[in-house]
């Protein structure tokens, strides 16, 4: 026996969710990583405090203010109205962004320390080689930092992958819109349908085991050297 | 208000504990040694030039280049300088190979004046192209990361202390290669330093730094001579003068050399005549006679005028600065000689000599 087709939507969903969540978050953590690797300002502190919350926070919580601020009266709601987009609760890109601001931490506290890692010294002998800013990010930075940028995405997509509270706060529990595997897990169980939970969750155990694997593989053997 | 040819900077910063002010005006060729203890500002003033520092009111020009004036401020990547670091900053990421293609490739064609090939015969880096520089000695690093940075055709070198992290060994290593960049190649050289003996080899000019701002600045020999700052290049006072092998003596293992029309006599060192050499004399090592001695065992004894005399932190000696024809030669002798020989500024002396070193 396999997976029937509502297990198979639950999971493409999950997949194309994670994707989505974790390619994003490259692009907004990445940015965020850096400025709390290199200021000194004052706002380090209460920034990267407001990064990690995530780690700490009931997911119901979380999810439970998205909606709020996700919902028609609420700033978030009330601008995706004003430039077209409608609302985003119970929308796969509702999830995307919980799930974005739910990983976080996750993508960007290992580039973090992979930038402060590699310090300022070879972005500075770069500069040295007449390498532009911008240059010396893609040829210097990033092949220095990429154990931690590897780290960043297998965790930011597993962690996505693995959610389930605030998926059921701001998504609710739609079929190939919202139901992720993580929901129907929850939904098999409700229904004593165990050999089909069995087979899904099995199949996460499975996952995360490759998952952390997969972390040890890639962090390269100079890693930590001079 | 600059000069075509040469270095001008000033630079102004106030840290908490730490100031730094200078102003400075530097040959536009040779190697310009920066000399003086840790702290004293020397990496400071190599970051600003660098532009790796941006210090708000500053100003630099480079062989008639502004490179910082007002709110004009030309980003490092934009400035066409060679930068070497203390330790060693090869990218590890890429092999030797690809770590000197690294600033080559991002200057054009046009502007290339030193070529793969010069710059690895140079270094002699040529059988490490393809290793990584995990697996280079320190001294095969500091080689290739000079070599890097000639790549890029800099018109200004920034030699950041390139021995310090090194041995003994490593340094009598890289030196001869250093000597021939200042032999062979135009490029102006900022060389930090705290070491005296690379200095007293490889400088023509020299800056002295002391708790942030220069305390003296001006060709070598002349600086190293001033008798108002005894400048302690190593242990003690002294000059370093440049000259040519006149002679060898093969009987005695001895050479002549010509410096600037005074002849020493030092310890042969295997050069042939003609070859450019620096030695270096040390206060201590020089008395002062009225006759010149028939029973002594000093080779160099030289007819000499006393110039300036300045008393010492200890009273009971005497800095004397003598002209040996045209050559400045520093002497340490007591007081009680001074008052004995009768020695003021015009008066005809004998400086003997008991050590002249041969340095390079």
Redesign the interface.
């Known amino acids: 026996m396999g997976f029937p087709a509502t297990d198979l939507g639950a999971i493409w969903l999950t997949l194309r969710l994670a994707a989505a969540t974790t390619v994003l978050l490259f692009v907004i953590g990445t940015p965020i990583a850096w400025w709390l690797a290199n200021t000194r300002s004052w706002w380090k502190a209460p920034l990267g405090a407001v990064v990690a919350m995530p780690l700490v926070l009931p997911p119901t919580v979380l999810g439970f203010y998205l909606l709020v601020a996700m919902g028609p009266h609420g700033p978030i709601g009330q601008l995706t109205q004003f430039i077209g987009l409608g609302l985003l609760p119970f929308t796969f890109w509702g999830l995307v962004v919980g799930s974005v601001i739910y990983s976080m931490p996750f993508v960007v506290q290992p580039i973090q320390n992979a930038i402060e890692s590699v310090g300022s010294r070879p972005l500075e002998v770069a500069a040295t080689l007449r390498a532009g800013p911008w240059d010396a990010f893609w040829t210097v930075l990033v092949p220095l930092a990429r154990s931690g940028f590897i780290t960043a995405g297998i965790l930011g997509f597993a962690h996505t992958v693995g959610e389930f509270g605030l998926v059921l706060m701001i998504g609710g529990n739609i079929p190939e819109v919202t139901r992720v595997v993580s929901v129907q897990i929850y939904d098999h169980v409700e229904a004593l349908e165990y050999v089909e939970a069995h087979w899904l969750a099995g199949s996460m155990v499975l996952f995360s085991f490759l998952t952390l694997l997969a972390l040890h593989v890639f962090n390269p053997t100079w890693r930590g050297r001079k | 208000m600059s000069s075509p040819a040469g270095i001008r900077a000033r630079f102004k910063l106030d840290y908490p504990g730490f100031a730094f002010d200078v102003d400075l005006e530097l040959p536009g060729r040779g190697v310009t040694a920066v000399f003086g203890p840790s702290g004293s500002g020397k990496t400071t003033l190599l970051r600003c030039v660098?532009?790796?520092l941006r210090v708000p009111a500053g100003h630099l020009t480079v062989n008639g280049e502004t490179w910082q004036e007002g709110s004009h401020f030309q980003?490092?990547?934009?400035r066409p300088?060679?930068?070497v670091?203390q330790e060693a900053?090869l990218?590890?990421?890429l092999t030797v190979r690809g770590n000197l293609d690294?600033?080559m490739k991002?200057?054009p064609v046009a502007e290339r004046k030193v070529s793969l090939d010069r710059a690895i015969g140079l270094l002699g880096i040529g059988h490490l192209l393809d290793r990584k520089p995990?697996g280079l000695s320190g001294g095969e690093r500091q080689r290739v990361a000079i070599a890097?940075?000639l790549l890029?055709s800099p018109r200004l070198l920034l030699l950041d202390e390139p021995l310090a992290a090194l041995d003994l060994a490593r340094k009598q290593e890289i030196l001869p290669y250093l000597e021939r960049l200042h032999d062979e190649l135009e490029i102006p050289v900022l060389y930090v330093s705290h070491a005296p003996d690379e200095v007293a080899r490889l400088a023509d000019h020299l800056v002295v730094l002391e708790a942030g701002g220069a305390v003296a600045a001006g060709p070598m020999v002349e600086t190293l001579a001033r008798l108002d700052l005894p400048i302690r290049l190593g242990e003690d006072a002294g000059v370093v003068l440049e000259g040519t092998i006149a002679e060898r003596d093969e009987r005695w293992q001895l050479a002549r050399v010509d410096c600037s029309g005074t002849d020493f006599w030092v310890r042969e060192g295997g050069h042939a005549p003609g070859h450019a050499v620096r030695v270096r004399i040390l206060a201590r090592d020089v008395s002062i006679a009225l006759n010149r001695a028939t029973d002594s065992s000093i080779l160099n004894i030289i007819p000499a005028e006393v110039i300036e005399l300045r008393e010492e932190a200890h009273p009971a000696q005497v800095l004397v600065k003598l002209k040996l024809g045209a050559t400045p030669v520093l002497a340490r002798v007591t007081r009680r000689s001074v008052d004995a020989l009768g020695l003021v500024p015009g008066r005809q002396v004998y400086a003997q000599i008991k050590a002249v070193a041969l340095i390079a």
């Open positions: 660098a532009g790796l980003p490092t990547h934009r300088l060679g930068y670091f900053s990218f590890p990421h690294y600033g991002r200057v995990e890097r940075a890029t």
